[in-house]
């Protein structure tokens, strides 16, 4: 058998065609050329493309001409064509069963057709019934007759449903890429309405899923009003990014919000603009908690020493000069204005080194440190400038004050000390620099104290002694 080519298939034979005519004059239906006097000027001219179909036999009894561009095929070969034999959906033999009984009328729903060639066509099908003329007026005046036909209209989707699926496929690679961001993404629209949002904001603000299934705006920006910490600055906040200010394309807003379950997110936000205009702003939030937390540490792990804790010399330096600006702002007979810095050496501690290891040396200057703390006050400053030497600032204090502290001092490290089942005594030489002069920097106060140190170690250790120029200056506390 010779396979009959798609061209052949579309064009129905001469005999097909004239027998359809037949059928049409066997119905009581006049022919194709009376139906185009009669509806042709109507249908002809739209660019959808219509159908004229029997009820009865469901036929093609004549079409438009968009209607053979449709099927890819000339509009007469169609007329005859079973209206059947172009569906795709077997729900369809259903729909066609009520439109031929009369059951349903102007029905208007998405359906496909099959073309000659085997292709399918996304159509939206339209379907109404309606009377044609089945004879012309006679000269007599005899009364024209009608028979009923259906009005099939199907409008080709197909550009329709490229352009609802590139815009799917473009709204399914931003959700993509929305949910695969880390951040927090809120978006809205000038009047504050949530347009969307993906499921890490959802996480950061721990808002509850019933409410975001709801789609209830005002309840979950009200939720996230209620979760920070301060909801004064945080609703001044949003004012002052939502000023028209910021409308425009490089207005962008960053700050911190606090949040009541101790979590810290940085809010970044940009206007979201479309043609020229802004249409609403883009919130995306990041989770900066444990940042913050590895700063701070570093920060502390910056100012403090690694093995006791105690204050390192950076630490002790940047303090210093807080002091003598104080200092500095008051009048030096002032209270509060006068205080102290000791340093403090420990007598013969390379001894515990080499005998006793340093692993054992670091026990006991952790212990020291410990002492120091203990014998001054919660305002006063322990720092460990060295290897076995310490510093510590006493402030605020007179000429007696710092003498009691230096006493309750050495008091401390005198007594014997206990680690890892050894049991010793340690002794320490200890300088002290009272502040004199105005203009003192750090530096010259930690020289004047490690100097009176270094006079009192020469002379065997174990006290502490003042620098020279303390003792001897005219009208100070030491003269």
């Excluded at 993404?185 to 009047?191: A, N, W």
């Excluded at 908690?289 to 100012?303: C, D, M």
Aim: net charge neutral.
């Amino acid at each position: 058998m010779t396979k009959q080519s798609s061209s052949e298939r579309v064009r129905p034979s001469r005999a097909r065609a004239q027998k359809s005519m037949l059928t049409v004059k066997q119905a009581g239906l006049v022919g194709a050329a009376e139906i185009d006097a009669c509806v042709g000027d109507l249908y002809a001219a739209m660019r959808d493309s219509v159908w004229l179909v029997d009820p009865d036999s469901l036929c093609v009894v004549w079409a438009n001409r968009a209607a053979g561009e449709l099927m890819s095929a000339d509009a007469h070969a169609l007329y005859g064509l079973q209206i059947l034999s172009l569906l795709v959906c077997p729900e369809d033999m259903y729909f066609w069963a009520e439109v031929a009984s009369g059951l349903s009328d102007a029905i208007e729903s998405r359906t496909w057709v099959r073309r000659p060639d085997g292709q399918t066509t996304p159509v939206l099908r339209c379907v109404q019934s309606v009377q044609v003329p089945t004879a012309l007026p006679s000269e007599k005046g005899r009364a024209q007759t009608s028979k009923r036909m259906l009005v099939v209209t199907l409008r080709d989707l197909s550009e329709q449903l490229r352009i609802e699926h590139d815009l799917e496929d473009r709204l399914a690679e931003l959700n993509a890429t929305l949910e695969s961001s880390s951040d927090g993404i809120l978006v809205t629209d000038l009047k504050g309405n949530i347009r969307n949002f993906n499921r890490r904001f959802a996480e950061l603000w721990q808002v509850p899923r019933a409410m975001l299934t709801l789609r209830d705006d005002d309840a979950v920006l009200g939720w996230m009003r209620r979760s920070v910490v301060d909801p004064g600055a945080y609703m001044r906040r949003l004012a002052a990014i939502d000023d028209p200010a910021f409308d425009n394309t490089t207005a962008r807003a960053l700050d911190v919000v606090e949040l009541r379950n101790s979590m810290t997110l940085e809010r970044s936000s940009l206007p979201q603009c479309s043609r020229g205009l802004t249409i609403g702003r883009i919130y995306a939030f990041r989770d900066i908690t444990e940042q913050l937390a590895i700063e701070k540490r570093a920060n502390t792990l910056a100012q403090v020493d690694a093995l006791t804790g105690a204050a390192n010399r950076a630490a002790l330096t940047t303090k210093i000069g807080e002091v003598l600006g104080l200092a500095q702002r008051r009048n030096q007979r002032e209270s509060g204005s006068s205080f102290a810095l000791m340093t403090i050496n420990l007598d013969r501690f390379h001894d515990i080194n080499t005998r006793l290891g340093s692993a054992f040396g670091d026990k006991v200057l952790v212990e020291v440190a410990a002492r120091l703390t203990a014998a001054v006050r919660h305002v006063d400053t322990v720092a460990r400038i060295g290897g076995d030497e310490f510093a510590l600032l006493i402030h605020p204090t007179d000429a007696a004050g710092a003498e009691l502290s230096a006493q309750r001092i050495l008091s401390a490290l005198n007594r014997p000390f206990q680690i890892d089942g050894v049991s010793f005594s340690l002794t320490a030489s200890l300088g002290i620099a009272m502040h004199l002069w105005p203009n003192e920097r750090p530096e010259e106060l930690m020289q004047s104290a490690e100097a009176a140190m270094r006079q009192v170690k020469h002379q065997g250790g174990n006290r502490y002694g003042l620098h020279a120029a303390a003792q001897v200056l005219p009208g100070s506390p030491w003269h």
